[in-house]
């Protein structure tokens, strides 16, 4: 599963990267300096992009880290231009029925050089967005048999540990957490972003043992967590931050409620919810599913409140508008009778460090019960 998505993954960054430089060097054919530094550029920052997707954790860290940013970052202006220049063919299809544009050489020169300013704007608002993590507080009730008790909840998910999102950008998010002074902690997947390597390397769990939640940590599997070496190294790793990881177990917190945590669907033997809960009598239920699919698991198996990830709100424009079409809920919250949902967009993110259409955030929760 783990070899085609990254199959997949080169297949599709190759496509657009070819349709790209094809078009880029046609619309530069004119300028024979500029067409060559073109396709120049576009050949090493394809190699770096690959590069970093692929050997980043083989590499010295700080090496690992500067072919990342680069090779993401070229991704993300391959990604534009690739819209760009779609949308001037469509134009020239169009002009050669109807002649309207009696130049369009120097229009698509135009289109590129505008699009590269553009996109340079967007990049520079993008970093901003991914750097500065936005808290969303929701107010749940349980409608079980009231207990008068109030838990405070901070959830994250995404943050992909790894090269890219390192052990400094971690303490951050420690103290960003530990800030709102929860009583529970639950990460709802993806926490790890491939290889377990980089995050061993850089003593990682020093940080995490930081979070502080009396109630304890809980994690669960994403899809992510199935990419690296192996799930057993990530468990270990877990234990060793002193976090619970929840693989389609539930475990009664405090006497008084369940927290149930879904392995990923990567496992094709993963519980059904109804098997993981049926011991809960009629106590509150939290649930933690990375991928939100089939909400109406929860709903009917009377999950109070069920908190999922994986989809990031897409990211980046327009991938944002993609998720609202493949989810019934791919991003925010939402209720179905008395199951309520929260779709997290991430606090850290994969691959680009830009998010455009959407924001890094933690999410608070005040559950009453």
């Known amino acids: 599963m783990k070899y085609g998505f990254f199959v997949f993954v080169f297949v599709f960054l190759l496509s657009i990267i070819a349709y790209t430089t094809l078009r880029g060097y046609q619309t530069l054919a004119s300028y024979g300096v500029l067409k060559t530094i073109y396709l120049g550029l576009m050949i090493a920052l394809t190699a770096t992009m690959f590069g970093g997707i692929f050997f980043e954790s083989m590499l010295p860290h700080s090496v690992g880290k500067v072919l990342s940013f680069v090779g993401y ?6 990604a534009y231009l690739f819209l760009s220049f779609l949308l001037v063919d469509i134009i020239r299809a169009v002009n050669h029925l ?51 008790k109030e838990i405070k909840i901070v959830a994250v998910s995404d943050i992909h540990l790894g090269v890219s999102i390192d ?31 980089p995050v061993v390397s850089q003593k990682m769990d020093e940080e995490l043992r930081m979070i502080q939640a009396p109630m304890g940590v809980y994690v669960i599997f994403g899809n992510h967590e199935y990419y690296g070496e192996g799930d057993h190294l990530i468990a270990d790793f877990y234990r060793k931050s002193n976090i619970k990881l929840l693989r389609d177990s539930c475990v009664q917190v405090n006497d008084d409620l369940y927290l149930a945590g879904r392995d990923d669907k990567h496992n094709p033997n993963r519980k059904e919810l109804k098997d993981l809960l049926s011991t809960t009598a009629n106590k509150p239920v939290i649930v933690l599913d990375h991928q939100p699919y089939h909400l109406e698991d929860a709903a009917n198996n009377n999950v109070d409140l069920q908190i999922s990830g994986h989809t990031h709100n897409g990211q980046f424009f327009p991938a944002n508008l993609v998720v609202k079409s493949m989810f019934e809920l791919g991003y925010g919250y939402l209720r179905k009778g008395n199951t309520h949902f929260y779709v997290s967009s991430g606090l850290g993110l994969w691959g680009p460090q830009y998010r455009l259409g959407s924001r890094s955030e933690m999410v608070v929760v005040n559950f009453r019960y």
């Open 98 to 148: 109807m002649p309207l544009l009696p130049d369009m050489k120097m229009f698509r020169l135009w289109a590129l050089v505008i699009t590269l300013a553009i996109v340079s704007v967007l990049l520079v608002w993008g970093n901003y967005n991914f750097n500065h993590p936005v808290t969303k507080t929701l107010t749940i009730q349980s409608n079980k048999p009231p207990q008068n």
């Open 167 to 197: 052990k400094k950008r971690l303490q951050k998010y420690v103290t960003m957490i530990n800030a709102e002074k929860p009583d529970i902690v639950l990460i709802a997947g993806d926490l790890i972003d491939r290889s377990i390597k």
């Open 73 to 78: 970052t070229f991704f993300i202006v391959a």
